[in-house]
């Protein structure tokens, strides 16, 4: 069973920053892509970015060049480093681990003032 724990979420004023940290249990988190998605009030979650096993990263448009993931397979961690934010950036996020299924988890807060 997977478990994945995020953190690192709160209220902050626009052209602050964030970093999120996801932590998993199990022995599968080297073996797995990890993705950050985001869902405001009255939308549709969204996909963020996501971290292969290798390291490669990709980018949803509103937020390349401000937002990076990184991980770290020794912590079981994948982190989102959230600078310049935006109040359009305000969601709950959540990450995902993908392993021949999604695991979520329970998602943080993030609010960004303007």
């Known amino acids: 069973q997977v478990q994945l724990v995020e953190s690192g979420g709160g209220l902050v004023q626009a052209g602050g920053s964030l970093r999120l940290s996801c932590a998993a249990s199990g022995s599968i988190f080297s073996l797995s892509t990890m993705g950050w998605y985001r869902q405001a009030p009255g939308k549709q979650r969204e996909l963020v970015g996501t971290?292969?096993?290798?390291?490669?990263?990709n980018y949803a448009d509103a937020v390349k060049g401000r937002f990076t993931i990184s991980r770290d397979n020794a912590k079981n961690t994948v982190y989102l480093q959230m600078n310049n934010l935006k109040p359009e950036d305000t969601a709950v996020y959540y990450c995902k681990l993908t392993w021949g299924y999604d695991y979520w988890g329970q998602g943080t807060q993030v609010t960004v003032s303007s």
């Open positions: 971290i292969s096993v290798r390291g490669n990263t």
